[in-house]
């Protein structure tokens, strides 16, 4: 929910860039959050989530934006499943849990929304009828969101969270030797340190961007350069 295109405001009740479902998001969005103050979005939709989170779907078909809700019939839900609860076998029951966590915040008028989640309630109800103005005239002549971005938000119950920036590997950590033992400015190895990815860089090559590097392909640098230290570390 937190990821998907509905409207983004910043603390001052603004807008800061076009949304939507493109693969780019990845790169722009999070430093476009980060610079806005306080380093946070605020995301906000109406009671029309469950129909409306249908239409904002990602246009590939593998789904490239992890942005699709998971569902009973979804495939490979099993493989989730019989590794434990990583997540719930229903999209809705992880948005009711947030909810009743208060990650989500819900109201019953904006004004109520605006406070919850520390925002200024006359600017924040401000911003929500411009945005409804967009959506009506389905053009927005602010950021140009595509049209089927621009959903409406009007009916009660109103919805909101507090959103930060994605934070995915930092490929560019400590310089290690092969054995994981990082190197001081002589590139000598410092006895008894050792740094496993992605604290340690290198992995992806000097200025690269990670893009498409996910929890999985994570999990794995990591368990496999921490078992190299620790191999070598005991031999040693």
Same mark, same amino acid.
């Given at each position: 929910?937190?990821?998907?295109?509905?409207?983004?405001?910043?603390?001052?009740?603004?807008?800061?860039?076009?949304?939507?479902?493109?693969?780019?998001?990845?790169?722009?969005?999070?430093?476009?959050?980060?610079?806005?103050?306080?380093?946070?979005?605020?995301?906000?939709?109406?009671?029309?989530?469950?129909?409306?989170?249908?239409?904002?779907?990602?246009?590939?078909?593998?789904?490239?934006?992890?942005?699709?809700?998971?569902?009973?019939?979804?495939?490979?839900?099993?493989?989730?499943?019989?590794?434990?609860?990583?997540?719930?076998?229903?999209?809705?029951?992880?948005?009711?849990?947030?909810?009743?966590?208060?990650?989500?915040?819900?109201? !019953?008028? $904006?004004?109520? +929304? =605006?406070?919850?989640?520390?925002?200024?309630? #006359?600017?924040?109800?401000? %911003?929500?009828?411009?945005?409804?103005?967009?959506?009506?005239?389905?053009?927005?002549?602010?950021?140009?969101?595509?049209?089927?971005?621009?959903?409406?938000?009007?009916?009660?119950?109103?919805?909101?969270?507090?959103?930060?920036?994605?934070?995915?590997?930092?490929?560019?950590?400590?310089?290690?030797?092969?054995?994981?033992?990082?190197?001081?400015?002589?590139?000598?190895?410092?006895?008894?340190?050792?740094?496993?990815?992605?604290?340690?860089?290198?992995?992806?090559?000097?200025?690269?961007?990670?893009?498409?590097? !996910?929890? $999985?392909?994570? +999990? =794995?640098?990591?368990?496999?350069?921490?078992? #190299?230290?620790?191999?070598? %570390?005991?031999?040693?």
């Amino acid at each position: 929910m937190a990821r998907a295109p509905w409207l983004h405001l910043n603390k001052a009740c603004e807008r800061f860039m076009m949304m939507d479902n493109s693969i780019m998001q990845y790169v722009i969005r999070p430093p476009a959050m980060m610079a806005q103050p306080g380093g946070r979005a605020y995301v906000i939709f109406d009671s029309h989530y469950e129909d409306n989170i249908w239409k904002i779907q990602d246009d590939m078909p593998s789904g490239t934006s992890c942005k699709r809700p998971i569902t009973q019939d979804l495939p490979g839900l099993d493989l989730v499943m019989d590794h434990g609860r990583l997540a719930a076998n229903d999209w809705r029951i992880g948005v009711k849990e947030a909810i009743d966590i208060g990650a989500i915040r819900i109201a !019953g008028t $904006l004004e109520e +929304l =605006a406070g919850k989640l520390g925002l200024d309630p #006359v600017k924040f109800k401000e %911003a929500i009828e411009k945005w409804n103005r967009y959506c009506e005239a389905g053009v927005d002549t602010e950021f140009d969101t595509p049209a089927r971005f621009l959903i409406p938000i009007k009916d009660a119950p109103f919805y909101g969270l507090k959103a930060g920036c994605s934070l995915g590997p930092v490929g560019c950590g400590l310089r290690v030797n092969p054995n994981m033992q990082v190197l001081d400015t002589d590139q000598t190895p410092i006895p008894g340190l050792y740094a496993a990815f992605f604290t340690a860089g290198g992995i992806l090559g000097e200025s690269s961007v990670p893009i498409g590097y !996910g929890v $999985l392909g994570g +999990l =794995a640098a990591s368990t496999v350069s921490g078992y #190299v230290a620790a191999e070598y %570390a005991v031999m040693h």
